[in-house]
């Protein structure tokens, strides 16, 4: 054997070394064996994770190949609970996702998903700090485009479905990434939850959204259900606003309401989906909440521009500690009820 190989060959073995001692096993697994998680939350950048990490006590780090360079480990606790953070953005969300459950360190067979974030909201639907749980996953981008100043005479946007001929025309759903319906049971489930949650609010939040005049985007954050829009692009103002509204009724064959604008939920949703194509999780555990940060559209008086660069309309810290707020409920019950949950949502 060659020097330099053995070299290699202890340099592979201290590193194989640090990886396993990074995170002891959960008690009852076997050493060796993939960690078995109860519930695993996903954020996409580090302000989402922070309430989840110190809260639960995330303390266990797993470094995981394949993870965004700047989130590389997952992190549990002796609960069984996990976090993975995945980077922001379609690209980030579906490649840490797929890392995550093809990398055989984990056995998510039984697993739940709580998909966790902030987002833009439609102030007809709700307001800042609100948390909200989707029913339909709804991607905003899959679409056709022209330049609004080339549309045809009598169009109201240059948004039209693929292979179509006109707004308004629903279209065929080739890419089989265009809308997802999440598990009716554990969306009720989480509402029930949820729905007595104490939000966190801001003085900067209620200033702001007082200029708004109708509810419920001037009263206090709830816990709603509505539905969230998935693209990378973002978009701000009443036009597009419509746009959004339109588009997940016509997806949704008009069952759906738009509410939150974000970028990652049909990605991450399609990357859990390929690992349950192939027996590795179960869909119908996965469920979406999206805390306001921000309105996705101006008050009166106010340019969508205007909105749009608006430094600090106060929603952000309030969105960032709501998720944990109405999110951790269903943690705790599936924690606390495991035998319970392990075999599907209650009822």
């Not at 709501?322 to 035998?339: C, F, K």
Request: net charge neutral; with cysteine; proline share 5%.
């Amino acid at each position: 054997m060659s020097t330099k190989f053995k070299v290699l060959t202890v340099a592979s073995c201290l590193a194989m070394t640090s990886l396993a001692t990074m995170a002891s096993p959960q008690q009852g697994d076997v050493a060796g064996s993939p960690r078995k998680v109860k519930a695993l939350v996903i954020s996409m950048f580090g302000p989402e994770s922070e309430p989840w990490i110190k809260n639960l006590r995330l303390t266990q780090k797993y470094r995981v190949p394949g993870l965004s360079p700047d989130y590389p480990t997952v992190n549990c606790n002796t609960d069984g609970v996990c976090q993975l953070t995945t980077g922001m953005g379609h690209a980030n969300a579906a490649a840490s996702v797929a890392a995550l459950v093809f990398s055989g360190r984990f056995d998510l067979s039984k697993s739940y998903f709580l998909i966790a974030g902030i987002a833009g909201i439609d102030p007809k639907q709700g307001t800042l700090g609100s948390a909200t749980w989707s029913r339909y996953l709804v991607d905003y981008s899959i679409a056709w485009e022209l330049d609004a100043r080339e549309i045809p005479h009598g169009w109201n946007t240059g948004y039209l479905g693929i292979n179509t001929k006109a707004p308004g025309q629903k279209p065929p759903l080739d890419y089989k990434t265009e809308v997802f319906q999440l598990n009716e049971a554990l969306l009720q489930k989480a509402m029930a939850l949820s729905k007595s949650a104490v939000l966190d609010d801001s003085d900067v939040a209620r200033a702001y959204r007082a200029k708004y005049t109708s509810a419920p985007a001037n009263l206090p954050p709830a816990v709603v259900q509505c539905d969230t829009m998935a693209g990378d692009t973002w978009w701000h103002g009443e036009l597009l606003g419509k746009r959004a509204e339109d588009w997940v009724k016509l997806l949704t064959d008009g069952k759906g309401t738009y509410c939150t604008s974000q970028q990652e939920d049909n990605a991450t949703y399609e990357a859990l989906k390929r690992g349950a194509n192939v027996g590795l999780l179960d869909l119908n555990r996965v469920a979406v909440l999206r805390t306001a940060s921000n309105f996705d559209r101006p008050h009166a008086g106010q340019t969508a521009y205007e909105s749009l660069i608006l430094k600090e309309s106060g929603g952000f810290v309030p969105a960032i500690n709501n998720l944990y707020n109405a999110g951790v409920p269903l943690i705790r019950d599936i924690v606390n009820h495991w035998d319970q949950w392990k075999s599907g949502v209650p009822r």
